[in-house]
């Protein structure tokens, strides 16, 4: 057996790295970061697509406690947010405590030794007494099965793998989907291929973005005044919080927003057909609202083509959409999101009864606040089920859980987990706490533009259920997950420990 830690941090994004500078600042050093990759940042490692950029302001789209007064444009791109992330690594001193090439290929909990073993890529099997695993909503690519595709002579890859030694110049490309990162991606390559055929099978709403440099005055005044910064962010993130209650409780409201979306195709598309086509059917903000100031005027050019309804089958170089339309291409760039709902890293964990998170959620996600689960003691997901936005940064929403990661160690240290020993002591939700918590947040998804607004769309599960986004602000999020509520777990003590000498699940009222 290999090295035993006090707390395994899976992933090195936004969710890995926040919690490690969360741990030093516990006061917590006894812990390692394992990442499948040879570098920090996440998404934003893997994402190098050309175009892609953050669609919430980088301002508000970063760390409250590391703020950035340099962030060279409202919206910063990749290369921008992936140095940043570099730098947080560097600036708190997480780089002792990084694994690299470590993929996590199974936890598995010892009910007798009250911790986790995991096998990772690295060789050695590690122990630990928490797991937290911020593996990321977003990071494992889908590529729709299509007939015919193995067989493609050409160049496929996805929008999240993006092969840079491929040239694209002068090549016939199809793009497949319509989702933020392709919306990124045809304004970015339309001028370079000879010809692009978007295919498109539901088309998104998409607002202008208001993109441009931040003046160097600017980046001078948030240096010299770093309260200029947070003013800023304070402003961004109000009126996101301002914008929730449409979304959630009052959708037809957005008929306003409509009327602008509606102009913004209108501005772009001079021809009536394809202004039609590029009309959505659906209420906006049922899907994800996009924003892009260069998405239509790329698809007005003359090079490209929309065809609708996706890619039905590759028949050799020949694409043949779902309304017959057959096209040559040299490449195929599936824009075409990530698993959500079926969340891979649940197929590794296996609990307390000796099942996979992915079985016990075979008959649908739950959670108990967006962290813990069921069955699964000592176990911690950063941003899981039902914490996803649709409007505002991913990152107050981790940093929320940050804080429920802290007073959760903090609750465990009080029960004895130190005192008495590694590993003597752990923390599992109660079922009753979880079936609640989900009954709360399903009954406010009713209202919601997602569940009612006429699409459907990744945020839902096989069986319709929203299992990914969060029904309310950020704010009523940030109070959720302030502290961690004894009431809904149940203490777990190892024979032996200092406070009972035989496994006992003890209820704390
Ligand atoms: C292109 C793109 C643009 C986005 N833009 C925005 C935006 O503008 N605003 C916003 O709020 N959100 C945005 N998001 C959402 C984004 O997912 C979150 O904002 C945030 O980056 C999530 O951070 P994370 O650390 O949870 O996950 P990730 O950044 O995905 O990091 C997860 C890490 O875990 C590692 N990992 C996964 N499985 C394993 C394993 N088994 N073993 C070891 N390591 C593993 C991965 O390699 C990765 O490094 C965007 C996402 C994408 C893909």
């Known amino acids: 057996m290999g090295q035993h830690v006090r707390v395994a941090v899976i992933g090195s994004g936004f969710g890995g790295l926040g919690a490690a500078v969360r741990l030093r600042r516990e006061g917590i050093t006894d812990f390692v970061v394992l990442e499948r990759a040879g570098s920090v940042g996440g998404a934003w490692r893997d994402n190098s697509y050309p175009g892609c950029a953050c669609d919430v302001p980088s301002h508000l789209y970063s760390f409250s406690f590391a703020p950035n007064p340099d962030w060279p444009r409202t919206f910063s791109g990749q ?106 991606i045809v304004p970015a390559i339309q001028p370079e291929v000879s010809r692009l055929t978007l295919f498109q099978r539901t088309a998104p709403w998409v607002l202008p973005r208001a993109d441009r440099a931040i003046t160097a005055a600017e980046r001078r005044l948030h240096r010299a005044l770093p309260v200029t910064a947070a003013l800023r962010r304070q402003l961004l993130w109000s009126v996101r919080e301002l914008q929730v209650q449409a979304f959630t409780k009052r959708p037809k409201e957005l008929g306003l927003v409509e009327t602008l979306a509606k102009a913004n195709i209108a501005r772009s598309v001079k021809d009536p057909a394809l202004r039609a086509r590029l009309t959505p059917s659906y209420r906006i903000g049922c899907k994800r609202i996009l924003l892009s100031s260069s998405y239509y005027p790329a698809l007005a050019r003359p090079n490209v083509q929309v065809v609708d309804g996706g890619l039905a089958e590759v028949r050799g170089s020949t694409l043949v959409g779902a309304d017959g339309t057959e096209v040559e291409a040299d490449a195929i760039v599936f824009g075409t999101g990530f698993h959500v709902t079926d969340m891979p890293i649940a197929e590794r964990v296996i609990g307390a009864d000796g099942i996979t998170l992915a079985e016990v959620w075979k008959g649908g996600v739950t959670s108990l606040r967006g962290a813990t689960a069921a069955g699964f003691p000592n176990w911690m997901t950063i941003v899981g089920p039902n914490t996803g936005l649709g409007n505002s940064s991913m990152v107050l929403m981790i940093e929320s859980h940050l804080n429920y990661l802290a007073d959760y160690l903090r609750q465990l240290d009080g029960l004895g987990g130190r005192d008495a020993g590694r590993g003597r002591v752990a923390l599992v939700p109660r079922a009753a706490a979880v079936r609640g918590w989900n009954e709360r947040v399903q009954r406010r998804m009713e209202r919601t533009v997602w569940n009612t607004g006429g699409c459907t769309s990744w945020y839902l599960d096989e069986s319709g259920h929203n299992t990914t986004l969060w029904p309310g602000t950020t704010a009523e999020f940030r109070r959720a997950t302030r502290e961690v509520n004894l009431a809904e777990y149940e203490v777990i003590r190892a024979a032996g420990s200092a406070r009972g000498t035989e496994r006992e699940k003890e209820a704390v009222q």
């Not at 947010?81 to 947080?88: D, F, K, P, S, T």
């Not at 708190?92 to 090439?101: A, E, I, Q, S, V």
């Not at 990321?136 to 690519?141: E, I, V």
């Open 79 to 184: 290369r921008h947010i992936r140095a940043y992330l570099e730098h947080v690594a560097d600036t708190f001193g997480l780089r002792p405590h990084l694994r690299f090439h470590h993929e996590v290929l199974l936890m598995r909990w010892d009910n007798d030794a009250l911790r986790w073993e995991i096998e990772t890529t690295g060789g050695t099997t590690l122990t630990a007494d928490v797991v937290v695993s911020a593996s990321g909503p977003l990071s494992d690519p889908k590529v729709p099965e299509i007939p015919g595709l193995a067989e493609f002579p050409g160049k496929v890859f996805h929008s999240a793998r993006w092969d840079h030694g491929y040239d694209l110049r002068g090549k016939r490309v199809a793009v497949v989907g319509t989702g933020a990162s392709a919306i990124q």
